[in-house]
């Protein structure tokens, strides 16, 4: 029996990874789970899969929870009961799925406690990714990624050594307004934004994919989890999201992993590596494929890609900035009060404005994170008032 802690229980990738559990039963035990505030949805998790330890960020949100609950799962709330989820003793792998920076902390933590790393958190690893990795080596652990294009780069890797990778191509689905012109996306709503033609995610990832700011994301993410330079890894848009990613190796072989747009497979895989289990997920059926394309991303019109490129080639304390100036700025849009162009504006302005820390520390990081958050706030006071989409 496998115990498992799942940071991020109630939101897209937690709940297919209790799915996951759900088919697999005497396999795995879903035995911590740790969310926000959903305390509704969390109560029915816990009835369903009687966690040893549950756990709501949202303080309000777990005394809610404790008044109504009446049964054998102990309930903690707040940061301290984040970071108890995260090293509980019993648990083996924690999968952070938690989203956006705050989900450091908890990783870290895990790390310490000598925990395997199912990692759904791309923004750790971007706001800290050579700390990060240096302390799951000092520790022993294994990071296992979960995000569809890491997780396919990982499997590739099976065929292959790190040393041999002659450069990573990262697929791109190209969301929701792939072939947009500038002039086209400055009214886009927020509406049309939450309507990837893929994948079903949670907001602020769903947003992150039609600026393609999440890729920039994943290539930092990347250039950390596998070792490689920037010049390795190029982006390619395939609209179908059927090959997954890819791994050109020295001798010019290509190897690539397929699949249907299922988070799933990922999420098990990162579970049950090296083994693969038997699955009763829909299967691919190449037959039924009219196309497969590939194309170069419009790094001009989407210029967030290109941005997170130049910050990642920076380094130091910069990452942490973009990420967390694209989680105020995306926030911000889906509250409304700035367009969906001005996302990448605000990022741009509160990066050009940082003074970068070379070799930071956690403490030079948690500080730039919450720098960063103050300015990015600030720049988009500074656009004007709320507007109406």
């Keep these: 029996m496998q115990h498992i802690s799942i940071l991020g229980s109630t939101g897209s990738i937690g709940t297919q990874c209790l799915q996951v559990i759900n088919e697999y039963p005497g396999r795995f035990q879903a035995t911590v789970l740790a969310a926000h505030h959903n305390d509704v949805l969390l109560e029915e998790q816990i009835r369903h899969f009687s966690p040893r330890l549950a756990v709501l960020a949202d303080k309000a949100a777990a005394d809610r929870l404790v008044r109504r609950y009446r049964g054998a799962t102990s309930i903690l709330a707040g940061e301290e009961g984040l970071l108890e989820a995260a090293v509980y003793e019993p648990v083996e792998t924690v999968l952070t799925s ?51 294009e890491h997780s396919a780069i990982f499997q590739c890797l099976q065929g292959g050594k790190k040393e041999q990778i002659f450069r990573l191509l990262l697929t791109a689905s190209g969301g929701p307004f792939l072939g947009y012109t500038l002039d086209r996306l400055a009214d886009v709503t927020i509406e049309a934004c939450l309507k990837h033609p893929n994948w079903a995610m949670g907001k602020k990832i769903t947003v ?22 920037y010049s390795q890894i190029e982006v390619v848009v395939h609209p179908q999201s059927i090959v997954h990613s890819m791994v050109e190796f020295q001798d010019g072989s290509v190897i690539g992993q397929m699949g249907l747009p299922d988070m799933k497979l990922p999420i098990q895989y990162a579970l049950t590596y090296p083994e693969r289990l038997p699955s009763q997920q829909p299967r691919l059926d190449l037959t039924s494929l009219t196309a497969l394309t590939f194309a170069k991303p419009d790094q001009k019109t989407f210029s967030g890609l290109a941005l997170a490129f130049e910050v990642g080639r920076c380094g130091g304390s910069l990452p942490c900035v973009f990420s967390a100036a694209n989680e105020v700025a995306v926030y911000a849009f889906l509250d409304r009060k700035i367009r969906f162009l001005d996302i990448v504006q605000v990022i741009r302005n509160t990066v050009n404005s940082h003074q970068t820390i070379t070799k930071p520390d956690l403490a030079d990081l948690f500080a ?22």
Excluded: C, H
């Design 98 to 148: 938690i989203v956006g920076f705050a989900g450091l902390q908890p990783t870290v933590a895990a790390i310490k406690a000598g925990k395997n790393i199912a990692l759904a958190n791309k923004e750790t690893l971007v706001a800290a990714g050579g700390l990060v990795m240096d302390l799951a080596k000092e520790y022993g652990v294994s990071i296992i990624p979960v995000d569809s």
């Design 208 to 229: 992150d994919s039609a600026t393609l700011v999440n890729k920039g994301l994943e290539v930092i993410e990347a250039k950390w989890l596998f070792g490689v330079d």
């Design 368 to 389: 730039a994170d919450v720098w960063a958050r103050d300015f990015a706030s600030q720049v988009i006071r500074d656009l004007g008032p709320a507007i109406k989409t």
